[in-house]
């Protein structure tokens, strides 16, 4: 099938001899999770002709499933944007409204989910780039919760919020995927042995604490969105979901420790492109300190540049206190009211994006109003929790997304009010 | 000249690899220094984009032995963090180290101060890192400049420890890193022969001045000296009135002296802020179940209580892992002499030649052979010493086949009886008739001219006491 959504980077079927729980299933990959000699770029100039010598946890775990890996798929560079307009290549088209963008940053591979040119992908969520272009091209995504899906081999981002996640068209196929990438890997640190198993999967929403945080309906939600989202609510309580209001006010602070930390730790991250090792040829006849600056240049795109700068000034002596510092405060503060709302509500719900997928070139001028649109996504990576984005009716003609949220490892409780709610629609 | 000496502050920050059998955050063989460039290395090590550390938990277990030895407070929560700088040999653009919450602090190491009394210098703190690869600079003026970057080194492990600006001399430096070194060998977790396996920086001023960093010396002599040079440079600069200027300065091992690095490289920013990548430690429990071997000190006054030697035998002797072990070993051959002939000759002899102690501890029968030759008086002191020289440059020339007795019996060296030189003293005195009548006199020393004669004219073979008695007895007194 030709992609005609710009959802590729790279395609090249490998099929696993394994036979397993994916077999004969093809599986697309998002291009910032490493793959043993396939070229792995994050949408980026500076990895152009880069190809990992070794493949990702993930990856590792698809092919031993008995995946086929389709190809990599586009994003914004380095998981920077909620459109993948920031790929270096080539925007991803929404396959709902070609003239619409797929969201981001995992946009190439929710392109390829809904316009069927694979059954499930597996995204990455730093700030909500699975869940975005999964609501955005109405189709299920899911951010685990930080530690239980390996982070091996994913490139970097920020560390302290990402994940690999499923993405599929359906919640038994995104659950199935699930199945297959959580569990326990030594070599990543911060990965915990917490493994899922597709049995209780239609144990049903009967009997949940659903808590609605009134923070998800403010300024800046679009009210078709609320209305579908409401909606969407008042069906889990029709199925035996128990409904409460409840309030994170610390949310104020979300967008701003998200901001301020995820530049700081990409800041770092991406210092190691210098074109010594990676990248453009740099200039031999420069001394090496700008020789490093002009393949930087050339090698990342405006949005990249942007987020490097934001971080080394958060990072750099006389800002650290009142930037960095401050965002870890904000962050304990953030990760304190849902782990109390949570402790009352089995869930909490809410819509996963304020607004429809936009237009193409429509939010690309004004990054602080991209950034505004992460708002209802970001807290989830702050708290480390895990949330899953479901469809649920449209609004001016486009998917709207059901978000759930759960508690730390509770991405059992998700995945079955998930399906329950999408078995009742 | 001393007044200005005192005034000297000096502190030390002392980077070891620690000698562990893998890297600090991948499983590369640290073991690398037989092997081509780029043979030890993985995604992680080489900073492959999506790599991820993984601590090697033997590492923090030499760091807290050492931490242990050196009487420090522990970290509740030790955390990484990483130091943002570019340079071709960092992989991954940071070093990962330790920052506001190291392992350890305080802590201190006990010396000897210039004038021997013992001497407390505090540390401030102790960390973990992991070392950057290595740059080799090629080429030529005539064919083109370059440089290879060799990644083997990228990710061993370091251990850093910081120490109070407590010194007070360049000599007083060396022997906290002799102290330092002896007691991280005792603890087995760093081998100092390796190649670059510790590095110094130095800081350095005059009380009222402003301070000097001296970056990266590799050798413990190098300290001494870099510390010695820059006293005078400053001493100097003082004396017609400029002013030091805050700044790190380079150390030029081969000419001895430092130059000022490029301002560009000290005004670095390095970014420091917590690894995302790795939880924080908790050290508490794990200390406890720590149990020490016996230091440099406990050996030390062991030795001279069990051994009866002289204190500054069983320092120098307990001053190095190896050879405390090497004497242990041969002990039982005589404690006293058998200290005196390791730390009075045998070091001596071994560093004249340049030879590593491994070539003595591999044939310590033999050694003390030697010494039985001497102790049952078969040869003299002196006959006994020329042995040892033999028999080293034997050895330095690989030819490891004659024992000592064999070289006494190749050379005729065996010492004789006294009566056997009789007929030699007696013709010395013959021709010596000024001597005599000088001694007579009451000149002194007139009489060890004749015994000097007579020993040189033995070869060595004699005794000095018995020809002094003989000489004594022979003019009639
Ligand atoms: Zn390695």
């Known amino acids: 099938m030709p992609d005609i959504y710009n959802a590729f980077l790279s395609r090249i079927e490998i099929s696993s001899s394994v036979s397993g729980p994916l077999s004969g299933i093809r599986v697309a990959v998002k291009d910032n999770i490493s793959t043993k000699n396939i070229p792995t770029t994050c949408a980026s100039k500076i990895l152009l002709g880069y190809i990992p010598p070794y493949d990702a946890h993930a990856v590792e775990l698809l092919k031993a499933a008995g995946a086929t890996i389709a190809g990599k798929t586009n994003m914004d560079e380095f998981g920077m944007g909620t459109t993948t307009e920031n790929s270096a290549f080539c925007p991803a088209l929404n396959p709902r409204d070609v003239t619409r963008v797929a969201g981001g940053s995992s946009g190439g591979s929710a392109a390829a989910v809904a316009g069927g040119l694979v059954p499930m992908a597996l995204g990455s969520d730093t700030g909500g780039s699975i869940r975005c272009p999964a ?34 068209a359906n919640v038994a196929d995104t659950a199935k995927l699930f199945s297959v990438i959580a569990g326990h890997d030594s070599r990543d640190s911060t990965s915990v042995s917490k493994p ?76 190691r492109f210098d074109g010594v090792r990676y990248g453009p040829e740099p200039e031999m006849n420069l001394p090496w ?41 904000a962050k304990q503060l953030i990760r304190r009211d849902f782990f109390r709302v949570l402790t009352d509500c089995d869930l909490l719900a809410g819509p996963t994006m304020p607004n429809v997928a936009p237009k193409l070139g429509e939010l690309i001028a004004d990054p602080l109003q991209m950034y505004q649109t992460d708002i209802l996504t970001v807290p989830v990576n702050i708290a480390g929790i895990p949330a899953i984005s479901v469809p649920c009716g449209t609004a001016h003609g486009m998917p709207v997304g059901l978000q759930l949220m759960g508690r730390m490892f509770g991405e059992d409780d998700l995945l079955n009010a998930a399906l329950a709610y999408e078995e009742a629609i | 000249m001393a007044d200005e000496e005192t005034n000297v502050i000096i502190g ?44 090697n938990k033997n590492a923090i277990e030499f760091a807290l032995r050492v931490a242990k030895a050196l009487n420090c407070t522990f970290t509740k929560e ?69 440089t290879l970057v060799d990644y083997n080194r990228s990710g061993i492990p370091l251990i850093e420890m910081v120490t109070e600006p407590e010194l007070s001399s360049p000599k007083e430096a060396r022997r906290l890193l002799s102290k330092l070194r ?3 060998e005792y603890l087995d977790v760093f081998d100092p022969e390796k190649d670059g396996s510790i590095r ?73 802020f917590p690894e995302p990548d790795l939880p924080v430690i908790r050290v508490a429990d794990w200390v406890e179940t720590i149990a020490l071997p016996e230091l440099p000190d406990a050996r030390r ?32 051959v005589g404690a006293t002499v058998a200290a005196s002939w390791v730390a009075d000759i045998l070091i001596g002899e071994l560093n004249y030649r340049g030879m590593a102690l491994e070539t003595v501890t591999t044939r310590a029968q033999e050694f003390k052979n030697l010494i039985s030759l001497v102790r049952s008086k078969t040869i003299t002191d002196k006959a006994g010493v020329e042995v040892l020289r033999v028999w080293l440059d034997n050895l330095y020339a690989g030819d490891r086949t004659e024992t000592p007795a064999q070289i006494v019996a190749r050379l005729g060296l065996s010492r004789e009886d006294g009566s056997s030189f009789r007929v030699i003293v007696e013709q010395t005195l013959a021709s010596n008739h000024q001597a005599i009548a000088d001694h007579k006199a009451g000149k002194k020393g007139a009489l060890n001219f004749i015994v000097g004669q007579v020993l040189k004219e033995t070869k060595g073979k004699s005794e000095p006491r018995e020809i002094h008695a003989m000489v004594a007895e022979l003019i009639g007194e």
């Open chain 1, 135 to 168: 609501s955005y091209c109405g189709i299920v995504g899911l951010k685990p919760s930080y530690g239980r899906v390996s982070r091996y081999g994913l490139i970097a981002y920020a560390n302290s919020f990402e994940q690999i996640g499923p993405m599929a």
């Open chain 2, 200 to 272: 110094v920086d130095a800081n350095i001023s005059f009380r009222g001045h402003e301070r000097v960093e001296i970056k990266n010396i590799s050798s413990y002599k190098g300290v001494e000296k870099a510390l010695t040079f820059e006293i005078t440079r400053q001493k100097n600069l003082i004396r017609r009135g400029g002013t030091i200027a805050r700044e790190t300065r380079h150390f030029q091992e081969r000419k001895g002296t430092t130059s000022s690095a490029r301002s560009k490289e000290t005004a670095t920013d390095y970014r420091y």
């Open chain 2, 12 to 55: 030390l920050e002392v980077h070891c690899q620690l000698d562990t059998k893998s890297k600090l955050f991948c499983g590369c063989s640290a073991n690398f220094r037989a092997d081509a460039p780029n043979t030890h290395v993985c995604p992680v090590c080489l900073g492959l984009p999506g790599a991820l550390p993984v601590l």
């Open chain 2, 301 to 332: 006054d062991r030795f001279m209580q069990q051994y009866s030697i002289a204190v500054g035998h069983a320092r120098t002797i307990t001053g190095d892992l190896r050879l405390a072990e090497f004497y242990e070993g041969i002990v039982d």
């Open chain 1, 196 to 271: 899922y198993d597709l049995t209780g999967l239609y144990a049903g929403i009967k009997g949940k604490i659903v808590g609605v945080p009134k923070e998800y309906f403010g300024e800046g939600v679009d009210k078709h969105v609320a209305a579908a989202v409401t909606a969407a609510i008042d069906r889990l309580e029709d199925l035996g979901a128990a409904i409460r209001e409840v309030s994170l006010p610390s949310l104020q602070y979300a967008l701003a420790a998200y901001y301020v930390t995820c530049t700081c730790e990409a800041s770092s991250n991406l210092d």
């Open chain 2, 182 to 184: 002896a007691t991280l």
């Open chain 1, 289 to 329: 300190h700008d020789a490093y600056t002009s393949v930087r240049k050339m090698g990342f795109g405006p949005e990249v540049r942007r987020r490097i700068l934001l971080g080394t000034f958060s990072l750099s002596a006389g800002h650290y206190g009142k930037y960095y510092v401050k965002a870890q405060h």
């Open chain 2, 78 to 146: 030790g955390e990484f963090c990483r130091k943002n700088y570019f340079y071709p040999d960092l992989v991954k653009a940071y070093q990962i180290t330790m920052g506001d919450s190291p392992l350890a602090t305080g802590g201190y190491i006990e010396i000897e101060d210039d004038a021997g009394n013992p001497k407390i210098v505090s540390l401030t703190r102790i960390h973990v890192e992991e070392d950057p690869g290595r740059l080799v600079h090629m080429g030529s003026k005539e064919r083109g400049h370059y």
